[in-house]
């Protein structure tokens, strides 16, 4: 499956995965960087939810690619 890019504002850069069943969020808040990965409970392999805080954008960016991989269900 692939990602999409469904938002990206001067905060929030968002992706949905080709089926609709899970969205990854990179967020840059006032003091650090948060990616969260989350999939919905329609979701064939069940509900999911992950949460990383950083402090950098290039380590958030990372764990955002890693995370596109990891949970690219066929």
Known sequence: MSWTEIRRDDRIV?????D???TIR?????????????????APDGRGYESE???????????VEAWKNEYDVE
């Open 14 to 18: 968002e992706w949905e995965r080709s």
């Open 20 to 22: 609709g069943h899970a």
């Open 26 to 42: 990179l967020r840059h808040g006032p003091n650090a960087w948060h990616v969260r990965f989350d999939r919905l409970h329609q």
């Open 53 to 63: 805080r950083f402090d950098d954008e290039a380590a958030a960016r990372d764990a």
